[in-house]
């Protein structure tokens, strides 16, 4: 008999659990690791890693001397679990977490649109 992994309520409005199980210990919906923090999307850049993507975030910055906004963008390194599956172009809800590496501090939480 298959012993099945509690999924955890994340509480974020949005993003809702995926349908597959993992057994990651970095997992936010079926591991031990815990969303607190900033929530940010993003377009997924690079997915070559075994369980790390690049995420592009876009964002505006008011730029005080000119009076107007200008586009930025930050490319951030992100988590990923193994029951999330995500591809090159896809928008995606990443959270901030506690370091799990030298230069990931974020993880994909789900994907908004393929």
Not at 31 to 51: F, N, P
Not at 52 to 68: A, G, I, N, S
Not at 87 to 95: A, C, H, K, M, P
Request: charged share 30%.
């Amino acid at each position: 008999m298959p012993k099945f992994k509690q999924v955890k309520n994340l509480k974020i409005p949005g993003v809702s659990p995926p349908e597959r199980v993992c057994s990651d210990p970095n997992c936010p919906w079926h591991g031990a690791l815990r969303v607190r923090g900033v929530l940010l999307e993003g377009v997924v850049a690079k997915a070559r890693a075994r369980r790390m993507v690049v995420v592009q975030h876009e964002y505006l910055y008011y730029d005080k001397k000119y009076k107007r906004y200008e586009r930025r963008s930050k490319k951030i390194h992100a988590h990923l679990p193994d029951c999330i599956s995500v591809r090159e172009g896809d928008l995606v809800v990443i959270g901030e977490t506690r370091p799990i590496s030298k230069t990931v501090k974020f993880t994909v939480l789900g994907v908004k649109r393929r």
